[in-house]
């Protein structure tokens, strides 16, 4: 594969953030990306989880934002993600599970996010939304819920910097993986590539050593993990684990 095509199909090819040239330069262009969910985290220690992602082999902090409406669970917002923000030498990928983003997405911008993903049930119009991200300087994506049909999203996905096929009804983490995933990646992968996209695509829920090569296999880029990481004896070795695939 020539060169301009490893960064045409790489998961890096859009995420040169500002700040994060050395970072980006430093790591294999074909890997894919790991991106811990923070949710499983120990939110009593919250800096000494930073310390372990910055030293450790994840890619990005994944940051799952509720609402108690979209979903039935409430977690955090700007001031917590400001907060470790500070302790992060990661981008951040926000993971927004709230009900009229729209409203938000300069908020999260000021907060520090650096993707920032929206649901496409909660935005009637993705479109506009998309925009909206991108023009206050943040990677825009997009998720969907296990009941979703990834062939709505055909007329955008060369405006989507990523997709995030949820493999669990969002919400909560520790549940388990959703099988139908497999082909959803497959045909959202062929789509991607029929439009000439540079889109990612990331799994997010249920995701462990045990289903992440068959995730890679099928096209995905990015793995999210959270209980699978923060529950385990050893994090850091654990997400060594999940790059190392
Ligand atoms: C679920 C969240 C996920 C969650 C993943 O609503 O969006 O990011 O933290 O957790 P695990 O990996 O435990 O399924
Ligand atoms: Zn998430």
Not at 3 to 12: D, G, I, L, R, T
Not at 75 to 93: E, L, N, Q, R, S
């Amino acid at each position: 594969m020539s060169q301009a095509n490893v960064e045409k199909h790489s998961p890096f090819s859009c995420i040169s953030f500002s700040g994060f040239n050395t970072f980006v330069q430093t790591i294999d262009l074909m890997k894919h990306l790991v991106a811990p969910s923070i949710l499983s985290s120990d939110f009593a220690n919250l800096q000494s989880e930073c310390d372990m992602l910055n030293n450790s082999d994840a890619d990005w902090y994944h940051v799952d934002v509720m609402d108690g409406v979209f979903v039935p669970n409430l977690t955090f917002g700007m001031p917590v993600i400001k907060a470790i923000k500070k302790h992060a030498t990661k981008p951040f990928d926000v993971h927004l599970m709230i009900v009229e983003p729209d409203k938000f997405i300069k908020d999260f911008a000021d907060a520090g996010a650096d993707i920032l993903t929206v649901h496409y049930e909660a935005c009637p119009h993705l479109h506009r939304s998309i925009q909206r991200i991108k023009a206050e300087g943040m990677k825009a994506g997009v998720a969907l819920n296990p009941h979703t049909n990834v062939q709505l999203l055909e007329d955008l996905i060369q405006d989507i910097d990523l997709v995030c096929l949820m493999s669990v009804n969002p919400g909560f983490g520790g549940q388990s993986f959703i099988e139908n995933t497999y082909t959803k990646i497959k045909t959202l992968k062929a789509m991607i590539q029929a439009k000439n996209a540079s889109t990612l695509i990331e799994i997010d829920g249920g995701v462990t050593s045990a289903n992440a090569r068959k995730l890679i296999d099928c096209g995905a880029d990015v793995l999210v993990a959270g209980s699978f990481v923060f529950k385990s004896p050893n994090p850091t070795e654990t997400i060594k684990e999940l790059k190392s695939l």
